[in-house]
């Protein structure tokens, strides 16, 4: 959508000289501060890295290579630090009875706030009953978890014994779990009896038991389950209740000394082939670049109450909801629940509730509240909120300006904060102090931060240009390797254009230099602000008897940023029927989520390909998206006459 929008006509939006003043930086500091970034990027770090507590400080600041064959990124690799002692034992003399955590259960009658005393006493008890399950330094444990304390709890008890965590978003599939315990080798991993949301039970623990039966997951000795509804569940031997196994622990347990350039944890994300990737961040450079990023893009200030409204299970949840505020000694607020639950009004509520001044959210949960109408903030003034944040795709101008003018009452500036999974912070966004905002822009980069423009040929594109977005140097919250498979880190991010990293997006830059993204340029779907692989869906269709081929791809819904469209070739003498449909559909499910639901399926006699047998999917993106006048060059085709038919036969 940004595409279309010159700079020169860009909406503007002032932002309120009371934010500006009280941000940290304005624009000229920020400049300042940038340039130095850049120009002295280890004079920069070694003063950033002051603002953590290190066990031993770093001599060494950084010392990385970007490569296809050598790839090599660390960052203040002699120093030693924990994770979990910045984030809680340094904030008990000045702010032992802060609240760390506000818990604002599915239910608005469930509440809980855990000031950081408690909240270290909590995971004290956690990492010591993770010891006494046998876990050390160096191992992975699995999190499948609804979004209660314990989630945070098991993370930072994780991060205080040096065992890495590898969330799993609750909404994924028992198979989609049992590959990534698998392949992350957990030999633990902490669950929940079920999880809540908007009323509804989900089934954790059966998910568990049922990602455990499959080949390959047989290393797992030990289920934690934290008893949250009391739903009924099957037990095995392996399992035991979280209570049982923690309650009874001693509060104190020290914090592990660790290497900066140790594991914190494994995230996996989808990419454009091949299974999920299990991004490996380690605690240094992610803790500094965490907490830098969430203290000045939401411009957080002691005694502030701040939400994202994100899960765990995404980076988003680790970053923003756990490690960047807690280091930070915030209050980071923690929402079980769906912004539809019990009323379309709840946002609101819990902003009103607890005083929230900073929401952070993504523009697919705009799209969905902006569907009910305006009214629906009626219930609430939210007159606490101050800064607005909004992540994970593009935001449209109407999203946007529904964010801004209904939510945020039209005070409020909304930070656009481009990022990824792997990039582990904010990346390219605005800041509270800036003059103005330009709305669908994230704009300029966070300190450190070297974006470019590059051409499909590799030549660095200058000025007002659109092309792939790369980052010409390393940054402290950047991933490692891919665990386990360092090459094929390289050759995701490093080989596209040697020497810098490719981040997957378009993106293009305007004549002031603000950035907007254009979306990926790969196959990777975005929807709901949920990252998903082409490939993942295509290889689950062909897997049922019925599918001789597949080819997915991405085209715009209202709600969701992205759909999911479904072209499939039967294999021979089967007749496409709606039972078929369905069962495609719950097959998706099965083996990835209901996150990667498909929207539309089309059955298709024939795939436009080329005489060398590629699947042309510009085509059929074209095609799903209705944008028929710009099909582009078809003669190349084996058979070109297949697209007229699948244009003929469109399912709307
Ligand atoms: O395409 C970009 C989009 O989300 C992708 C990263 O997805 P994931 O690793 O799941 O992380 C999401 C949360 C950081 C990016 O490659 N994306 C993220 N933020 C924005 C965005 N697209 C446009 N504008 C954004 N602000």
Redesign the pocket.
Known sequence: MTESVSSAKAQRYPIDPDIRSRAWLDEAQYHEMYQRSIEDPDGFWREQAKTLAWFREPETISRSTFSANGTDIRWFEDGTLNAAWNCLDRHLETRGDQPAIIWEGDDPADTLTLSFRELHARVGQCANALKSLGVSRGDTVTLYMPMVPEAAIAMLACARIGALHSVVFGGFSPDALAGRVQDSGSRVVITADESVRGGKHIPLKDNVDEALSREGTEIVEHVLVVRRTGGEVAWHDRDRWYHEVVDGQSDECPAEELGAEEGLFILY??GSTGKPKGLKHTIGGYLLYTSMTHRYVFDYHDGDVYWCA?DVG???GH?YIVYGPLANGATTLMFEGVPSYPTHGRIGEVIDRHGVNILYTS?TAVRALMAHGEHIMDSSSRDSLRILG??????NPEAWSWFHRVVGNGRCPIM????????GG?M??PLPGFSEIKPGS?MKPFFGVQPALYDNEGNRLEGEASGNLVIEASWPGQARTIWHNHERFEQTYFAMHEGVYF???GARRDADGDYW????IDD?L?VS???LGTAEIESSLVAHEAVAEAAVVGYPHDVKGQGIYIYVTLADGVTPSEELRKELITQVRHDIGPIATPDIIQWAPGLPKTRSGKIMRRILRKIASNELDGLGDTSTLADPTVVEELIEHRPR
């Open positions: 994300t989808s994100a995404w980076i988003t970053s523009p909004s992540v994970g795709e593009p935001i656009d904060t481009w990022w990824q999974t792997e990039t904010h390219i966004t994230a981040t997957g997006d993204i254009t979306g990926r990777v975005n602000g949920h990252r």
